[in-house]
């Protein structure tokens, strides 16, 4: 039997156990839910996404995985989310993340950013950070630690 929760947040702290893990960060879109652990909270971070669904106003976790991507949402539709996540530059607050053309920037959370698209089919190019902010400085990604050059 699959456990159920009456929100996000809750079907998200169930998910792990919380001593070994820690939410990073949660998303919903109507009845789809979102949520980017890091499982390795005393170390390196590793990085571990969750997809939920809601159904009868219960929420329930869905599919995993180690690496961010495309995850259906809807067959009915074919209709999915584009995830986009990872570890920023030292200093880093802002990301920017392109996907079949369309660039989006978001803030950088505790080193990690996180972009997501929402209603989207499975799109034939995989999207990808292309620069940070850090200090007020725009910096080519993902290569940052190489000692990126500016943009």
């Known amino acids: 039997m699959v ?14 156990a919380p001593d070994s893990c820690r939410v990073v960060a949660i998303r919903q879109h109507g009845d789809a839910g979102y949520a980017l ?16 669904a809601r159904r009868h106003g219960r929420w329930s976790d869905g599919g995993s995985s180690n690496g961010p ?13 584009v995830t ?6 030292p200093g880093a607050d802002r990301v920017r993340v392109e ?16 972009v997501l698209w929402w209603d989207v089919p499975c799109p034939a190019t995989t999207a990808s950070a292309t620069s940070f902010r850090v200090r007020g400085e725009w910096v080519l990604g993902p290569t940052w630690r190489g000692g990126a050059p500016q943009v």
């Open 99 to 114: 996907l079949d053309g369309e660039r989006r920037e978001e803030p950088v959370a505790n080193g990690v950013y996180l």
């Open 3 to 16: 456990a159920e929760f009456d929100s996000l947040p809750d079907a998200a702290r169930a998910s792990f």
């Open 84 to 89: 986009v996540w990872g570890e920023a530059p």
């Open 69 to 81: 991507g495309w995850h259906l949402l809807d067959p009915d539709t074919e209709l999915g989310v």
């Open 37 to 52: 652990f890091d499982t390795r909270p005393g170390g390196e971070p590793y990085l571990y996404e969750v997809h939920y």
